[in-house]
């Protein structure tokens, strides 16, 4: 057996590694006849598990394996301290095609897979070699290649294709290889579904002229800078295809000259997220700078309002100025609903939830809206088990009667106004820029057929301020508020639009399981004369100034302070005269809201009207939840204070 004597050797610790169960089977075989000890090891991975308690004098290791191959396991057997001085012996069905330098990998020596009779003759005599510091044959000679067949080199190539194609076709990212002229020569399962082409349709196709203009020139600029290194589209301008936004990258092909390897990637969702936090941010953004005007415009429009009430009831009715005063009173009631609207966009509105039915409101609004309205056809198709809506009912006929509006601006000469309501779900508001809370939902559909908008006018139509009106004919405040209005019931709104074919509004709102309670509104009161103690805490010195003297003018004992600090020293020293607090909500220093909590201290029975150029909800209704009496909201008239003060001190 070409000098070999199993008399002349002494017993050897082996490992085979190879992913053949029948090659493990030959090879333990042949190896514990001769009295040497086998372990076996199904591919790299595995073979360095056993190397963790086993130290083998031989290793005997398969060039082709899954989950670490032999050309990837020898350099790491040979950094391993315990096992690096090991034999290392590479067995290759492929050995004769390439240029195998076992040498360079770490091995000592190789051995092609042929008949197994004359392989074992090699795998012996390299047994009797090792240790020897030496090499089976001469240093870089592969033994046994006169005896591998074709047929073993195939079966080998397969194994690493049918390996490849695995990882290929499991990956998330879509594969595709080009040739030098950007035709598609290979097409991972994941990139034929993001094309949307089937794989023979695919194959031999052109890939930059899969896109449109101008993604196709970006694409093919790509493929020609592939010198320059990888290319990658940028995180802010993804290509479009099949409605999808992908990110591309392009990696050059070392080994294949020209050739490239396209990854892709479907960011649609990631995209439509950014886009969703960048509209919240935007809107958040706007809404804090809205209410923050109308607070400060609402401050300004008291000082006015108040010093008209003086003078209203300083001079007769008959008096040549009572007529100019209430014109400006009715002024100042037009600004004040202009900062309603701005409230409402910010989200600070003032608000009374409670069951209402959507239908009713639809149809009674709509009625009112088509008597002015003579030019415009309204067509209602309301859903007849429609489900009640929670809401504030003057807040849901402010957004009706601004859509209504916004519809007969856009038609200018007359056309169809449409109403549609249904009840829904959020599995079916798919496609939106919003994740919608799971639910039950009432859909509303206001359908105009004007002359519509185009793409950039809809990207705007909720900013407040902006209009496309000509100058004195909009302030821009109408879906601005329709907007903050709806976001403050839960709901979302939509629009579509084209240029000249009409646009669509469409409304979600959380559906309610309340039953609808119809009340009666409150007539209002006349202005009451009074003798109690107020403490008046306001930071606008006008405000304060003529508020006190519209409460004087009831009869009032009036108190005043100018900052947080200032209320809370004058209410300590004339705390059991005062019996009610009028307490500004926004002040420097110390806010309405601290304030409150230290009266409370002060005197845990306190009675507190609160006012604000703000209105009820937000930060006052947080107040209002801490036990805070009620609220005034600004700009208010001498009725309206006169109203608000009484409610307060005779609550029981």
């Given at each position: 057996m ?36 086998v ?29 670490i ?10 950094r ?65 290649l ?14 690493i ?81 099949n409605?999808?936004q ?7 092909v070392?080994?294949a ?104 409101l ?5 009625d ?18 429609l ?27 007359g ?38 908008m ?17 100058m ?50 409150k ?81 845990p ?8 150029g ?24 001498i ?14």
């Open positions: 070409d000098g070999y004597s199993k008399g002349k050797i002494s017993m050897k610790k082996v490992l085979v590694v190879d992913n053949h169960p029948v090659m493990l089977k030959l090879m333990t075989r042949l190896l514990e006849k001769e009295g040497h000890r372990l076996t090891a199904i591919d790299g991975l595995s073979a360095l598990d056993v190397l963790e308690t086993y130290i083998p004098d031989v290793i005997f290791i398969d060039l082709i394996m899954p989950n191959s032999g050309e990837k396991l020898c350099p790491i057997i040979r391993m301290p315990r096992v690096k001085d090991a034999h290392l012996v590479i067995l290759s069905g492929i050995a004769a095609e390439g240029e195998l330098d076992f040498i360079e990998l770490g091995a000592d020596a190789c051995i092609a897979k042929g008949p197994f009779k004359t392989m074992s003759k090699h795998v012996l005599a390299s047994l009797s070699k090792s240790g020897l510091n030496s090499t089976a044959g001469l240093p870089g000679e592969i033994l046994g006169e005896t591998i067949n074709s047929k073993n080199i195939a079966r080998e190539l397969l194994s294709k049918r390996h490849l194609e695995t990882i290929l076709e499991s990956m998330s990212e879509g594969i595709l290889e080009l040739v030098p002229e950007g035709r598609i020569v290979y097409a991972n399962p994941i990139a034929i579904s993001l094309i949307g082409k089937s794989e023979e349709r695919l194959l031999s196709s052109n890939f930059a002229r899969l896109f449109s203009e101008p993604d196709q020139q970006r694409i093919q600029g790509m493929l020609d800078a592939i010198g320059n290194g990888p290319q990658t589209t940028p995180n802010n301008a993804p290509v479009i295809l409605g999808k992908l990110s591309l990258t392009v990696v050059p070392q080994y000259g020209t050739k490239r390897i396209i990854i892709l990637n479907d960011v649609t969702e990631q995209k439509r997220m950014e886009a969703q936090l960048l509209h919240a941010q935007k809107m958040k953004a706007i809404g804090t700078l809205a209410g923050g005007i109308a607070h400060d415009f609402n401050n300004l429009l008291a000082g006015i309002q108040g010093n008209v009430s003086l003078l209203l009831l300083k001079l007769d009715n008959a008096d040549t100025y009572s007529e100019r005063l209430r014109r400006i009173e009715k002024q100042v009631q037009s600004g004040s609903e202009l900062t309603a609207q701005l409230l409402g966009y910010a989200r600070k509105g003032r608000y009374d939830f409670k069951p209402i039915d959507l239908n009713q639809l149809k009674e609004t709509s009112t809206f088509g008597r002015t309205k003579k030019e415009i056809t309204i067509h209602r198709q309301l859903a007849e088990d489900w009640p809506i929670e809401a504030d009912q003057g807040q849901i006929e402010q957004v009706l009667l601004n859509l209504y509006i916004n519809a007969w601006q856009a038609m200018t000469d056309g169809d106004l449409f109403l549609r309501t249904m009840n829904t779900t959020n599995e079916k508001m798919k496609g939106k820029l919003y994740d919608p809370i799971p639910g039950n939902y009432i859909l509303l559909n206001v359908i105009d057929t004007g002359e519509g185009d793409k950039k006018t809809q990207d705007r139509i909720f900013d407040p301020f902006f209009t496309t009106k000509e004195g004919r909009g302030t821009g405040l109408g879906l601005a508020s329709v907007y903050g209005i709806i976001k403050s019931h839960n709901g979302y709104i939509d629009s579509d639009s084209e240029k000249g074919r009409g646009t669509v509004f469409t409304i979600y709102f959380p559906a309610s399981e309340k039953e609808v309670i119809k009340e009666e509104k007539q209002s009161e006349e202005i009451i004369e009074a003798s109690e103690t107020v403490l008046l805490v306001d930071d606008e010195g006008e405000i304060v100034d003529v508020s006190a003297e519209l409460l004087n003018f009831m009869g009032y004992n009036v108190l005043s302070a100018r900052n947080g600090k200032e209320a809370i020293e004058v209410y300590e020293k004339n705390k059991d005269d005062i019996n009610i607090v009028i307490l500004d909500m926004i002040m420097p220093g110390m806010s309405g809201g601290e304030v409150y909590d230290r009266m409370k201290m002060i005197d029975h306190v009675k507190v009207l609160l006012s604000s703000y209105s009820k909800d937000g930060q006052a209704a947080e107040i209002l939840k801490r036990g805070c009496n009620g609220f005034l909201q600004k700009p208010f008239g009725k309206h204070l006169s109203q608000g003060i009484r409610e307060v001190l005779e609550a029981v």
